[in-house]
């Protein structure tokens, strides 16, 4: 996926977030999400935030890993 399929899918958690909260059920994905749900809309949301800061910095040249010399 490109940045902006990443950025697209973190939007749409991001709304259905904002819906929830408003205490409006919405359809994501197939599911019925409703606020007993927010918690795996939240988990998703995090999961792209994270798909986004590692494409983001493999991008800038870091690897996503550390050396360590003992």
Known sequence: MNQNDIEAMI???IDAEM???DGK???FN????TMENLSEIRQGRQEWERRLAALTARR?????YKLVRF
Not at 60 to 64: I, M, V
């Open 19 to 21: 819906a929830v909260l």
């Open 11 to 13: 939007q749409r958690y």
């Open 30 to 33: 197939g599911q019925q999400m």
């Open 25 to 27: 059920s919405v359809t």
């Open 60 to 64: 800038r040249g870091n690897p996503g």
